[in-house]
């Protein structure tokens, strides 16, 4: 493997290119087919199917810790795979319309996120193979900021490319983006796995752990939470003050300038405080970030609350990272950690359809103020995750 500095930019640029496209699935493509007149229910339903190949990747996690591809590794080779295959589908995109080929789109979409899903999974599993404990916080710090500089960056080009130029333009540019971390990846030499983390279907009793179990529900929670939540900022400042796309773009680089912070220091402030009350603090963000969204009574108000619902984000993401990470079994690593992550991919898909859905019905301030009381539902979960308070279950 590389140095650590290579190590660290090769991660943070691999999460870079999957928050590129995470920014415009959960934040702007409900602009984009809201101008093909889809509704918030349509909307939705594209982003759970698109968030489909999330929930399955236990099994993509399987295929990399058991196989050795092209005899160049358990991992480098479905990185460049799911990269090369997410940068095509991108360019796709704008040859396919959504309201009179919906089908076909729901089915790019599902591409797409499944390539996504491949070099995400394997991103992670590389990260588990080659960081050492003391390290786990701070390379998710890395990978939750990277996603967020993607979203940092990438909205606010999108909104000005859209609204300047066009769609088409958009698509181009995140079918450009996954191929810069391509770059490293093609570079590196992936070492051969230690005799001691050979692959065993033995290994998956990890899963009967009582600890395990509820931090996967904890997973979750928070992601149907702050993916559902997030998913209808934008079209409710969109309806609610007829904001620009510029605008709406500026407004997601803000988010994402919060997911950054969040993310980075998440690592050392869970270090300080422990990963108990980093939790509880996080729980308590979200729930005070999405209930103001729901009194907005002005746009402008909205790009300090759109800052903290971002830092609250981050953190609360890397904080569930590096538990994740802590408890992976390091014979079924990409298996475990992609199951972890898997449930909680669930609760985005249910967070992304329920949002739209409900917004639709009832209006987006009551499903913000839903959705923040549905925080307090993990306090209850705490107490088996941390069992008392003496850190995770480790046996």
Known sequence: MPTKSVRYLMFGLLYFAQGSIMSYFTSLNALYLQGFKLN??????????AMTPFILKIFLGMLSDKYDLWHMGHRKPYIILGLVIQSLACLVVPLINPASQYGMFLLLAFIMMSAMA??????????LDTTPKEEEGTIQGFMVGGRALGVVIVSGLIGIIAEKVSW???????????LIPLLIVLRIKEEPRKPEHAFEWKAFSAFKKRNVIMLGLLGALYSLVIYGANQNVNPFLFTTYQISLITAGLMSMVWGIGVVIGGLAGGKLTDRIGQQNAVRLAIVTSLVAILALSIINSASLAWFLVFIFGLAFGYYETIYFAISMSLCEPKIAASMFSLLMAVAN????????????LAEGIGFRLTFVIFAMLNLIAFPMLSSIFPKNQGLEQN
């Open 118 to 127: 491949l070099y995400d999974t394997c991103t992670d599993g590389l990260a």
């Open 40 to 49: 918030m229910a349509e909307i939705g339903t594209i982003g759970t199917v």
């Open 346 to 357: 669930i609760g985005t898909a249910i967070g992304l359809s329920l949002s739209g859905s």
């Open 168 to 178: 088409t333009a958009v698509f181009w540019l995140l079918g450009v983006l996954p």
